[in-house]
């Protein structure tokens, strides 16, 4: 059976080409090297899939939501939540349900007010840290030298300090691989810098696009090598698209040689600009709509594959995924991690 | 009470900044000579408010689903479904549902296949039509010379033809006044044509931006109005901004003079570019922060309210919305009439 009797918009993802994917990643960083992000797909039925195929049982996760249903779905071995959080009410909640299951939760802290949310969150169980520290990429992280600090004051209010991240997201998409290859040791200089300061184990550091031009740290972070987009098949990395938006043709305009199907700015993340429909030629897209050029008829009922140009951004828009392997559907997995 | 206990990032909604657009909208267009346009917000407590207020009971809807949520919250007086569909399946269904509550829904149709499928979604209770005329945009619609025949199959089906439909979507968002005046005259021209051979009691069509240069049409459909956000304020209308992205600063860099706060990529629609932050600079967004340049300092926990570039994608991306008046809570509505 197909996915014809499903609804469009339709996120259909193919389990063959995850697989491959997830074998090229865990060829290069096999196990416990690669900590694999789910902001990316936001399906924990995925991630349990990551886990059994890669035997590696540690997540990355961007929100408290994400580290929540983790957790309620029995994948809390080991999660980081690699951003900072101001909200110690639903920390805490969330320290103390981990530790009635015995899951475990690390969340990042890069300065006082996050240490002290850690602080009061620990009051509902083992919490412990990485220092993220700020190796080039305008967003969060201490600076290098203010690390040893914040470690200082995360170990006297009794938290374990497991170590340091540093994402370098200013890096990892330019298709460069020489420069990328510059940038990460540059980037991972700051990094040792603040590491020699913190101490720890935990060494994290990385995305889709440096996964291999890490030499030092002990985990990459990544996401998108799972589905990809097509912001990252630029790079010429050894993945590829396993995610789609299935649609539907709903119009067709033979006077002015465009299509009309029914996946808009809704079905898609817009920042890396228009999906990619394989095989013609996207004009653009409204609301619910994208408007095609097509280079071969198309009828109205047809349903199309459009590739995204930015994944995470796309699944967040989307409550479920057909999963097929090539043109057999195997099953239907939500979307759960959606939201904050 | 305000909003500070409410996770973020956060849809705010002023009501009282609603109230005065939707006062704005019917002075101009009162009653059901406005079809307010529920994709625009997608939340059927907003719809009901402005039922209440204005007296219209007409609504516009971009999907099944956004129809089927109507219906199911008891607003189905008169629902335009002002898309083609082509899954008769689900189509029959709400139809029969309508049916059993006594909602009316009007579909749009633009091709023999459309026409095919509302006949067979018609055996599940009445049905009518609307014949879908391109006035200009690249998307869909017959040609003003197809829709008599279009409208001789929708009856031969034993469908009732209520009228004709067309969208001027390319001229909705031109800052030129007089341009989109001219625009419409000559969009309404193609629809007149149309209305010719179509016949019917039903002439709609427009937009926020085109509310008042419309004087041919019986109903406008506009939706942005009730919410706005930064591409239609540009345009010097008479609404006023009523939803926000309220986000929390996780993160200050004093050394680089820019702080980050959680509302990423996954809050706002980025088609139309980055949203707004009230007297501060946006530098760029990430999955879930934005980095800003602020104007004046701000602390990490402080919240702050972020103004959408686009408001019909941004809400299509959260669960609910905190309901204002000034500074007081009031309400949180739930985004119910998401997904498709």
Redesign the interface.
């Known amino acids: 059976m197909g996915t014809t009797h499903l ?3 339709l996120v259909v993802i193919d389990l063959d080409v995850v697989d491959a994917n997830l074998d090229a990643m865990a060829a290069v960083r096999p196990g416990d090297a690669l900590r694999s992000h789910v ?1 990316a797909h936001k399906c924990t039925r995925l991630a349990a899939h990551v886990a059994e195929r890669t035997g590696s049982r540690s997540f990355c996760c ?3 939501r994400e580290v929540e249903g983790m957790v309620e779905a029995g994948l809390g071995h080991d999660l980081l939540l690699a ?5 110690a009410v ?1 920390l805490r909640r969330l320290v103390a349900s981990a530790a009635s299951v015995g899951a475990r939760v690390t969340v990042a802290v ?2 006082a ?2 240490v002290e949310v850690a602080a009061v969150a620990s009051s509902g169980g083992p919490l412990a840290v990485l220092v993220d520290v ?1 190796v080039g990429l ?4 201490c ?1 290098p030298s203010d690390a040893g600090a914040i470690a200082d004051l995360a170990r006297a209010a009794g938290l374990h300090v497991r170590g340091v991240m540093g994402y370098e ?1 200013h890096v990892v998409g330019n298709p460069d691989r020489s420069w990328r290859s510059e940038q990460v040791a540059a980037c991972m200089e700051r990094l040792r810098e603040a590491h020699g300061r913190v101490g720890g184990e935990v060494t994290s550091a990385g995305g889709t696009g440096t996964f291999d031009l890490h030499d030092w740290v002990g985990e990459v972070q990544a996401g998108s090598y799972v589905l990809m987009d097509t912001a990252y098949e630029q790079l010429g990395l050894p993945f590829r698209q396993a995610a789609f938006i299935e649609s ?6 033979e ?2 040689g ?1 299509v ?1 199907a ?1 996946a808009g ?2 079905s898609f ?3 890396h600009g228009d999906p990619m429909v394989v095989g013609h030629r996207t ?7 994208i ?1 095609i050029v097509p280079s071969s008829p198309l009828r ?2 047809e349903r199309m594959r459009i590739v995204p140009a ?1 994944i ?2 796309t699944m ?4 479920h995924a057909a999963i097929v392997r090539g043109d057999d559907l195997v099953d239907v997995w939500p979307i759960d991690l959606r ?2």
Chains 1, 2 share one sequence.
Request: hydrophobic share 30%; net charge negative; proline share 5%.
């Open positions: 609804t469009t918009p902001k961007a929100t408290l951003n900072e959080t101001l909200d639903r890069d300065s007010a996050t700020n305008p967003r969060c992280g600076a997201g539907t043709v709903v119009s067709v305009n006077h002015d465009y009309v029914d700015l809704k993340g817009m920042d004009f653009f897209l409204s609301d619910e709509h408007t109205v009922g930015h995470d951004p967040a828009l989307h409550t939201h904050w």
